[in-house]
């Protein structure tokens, strides 16, 4: 069984895990991972009356920047959907038209 210290430190390597399925846009990944992410910090300081603040800080480091990478990953998926939208409109003038 892992050390409370060990099982952070393991949701830190996930919050890498995460950021690579980000980078590759692999939305399952991405959940099963922050599931399992999420289910060892909650044990953590669920568990703990001391807390690491160096494994805390770096923790919130690595999540802030994962929100962030999701956000810019669905503000691209949202992008690409207008000019979708747009194309698929463009096209079907062009062919009432034709």
């Known amino acids: 069984m892992k050390s409370n210290i060990q099982q952070l430190s393991y949701a830190l390597d996930l919050s890498d895990q995460i950021l ?3 980078a590759d ?3 399952e990944t991405i959940s099963e991972l922050d599931n399992e992410r999420r289910l060892l910090i909650n044990k953590y300081y669920k568990n703990n009356k001391t807390i690491d603040e160096k494994l ?15 956000v810019e ?26």
């Open 20 to 22: 690579s399925a980000i």
């Open 25 to 27: 846009e692999s939305l």
């Open 56 to 70: 805390t800080r770096e923790l919130k480091l690595k999540n802030d920047l994962i929100v962030s990478q999701l």
């Open 73 to 98: 990953m669905q503000q691209n998926t949202r992008s690409q959907q207008i000019k979708l939208n747009q194309s698929k409109k463009v096209s079907k003038a062009y062919l009432d038209n034709a």
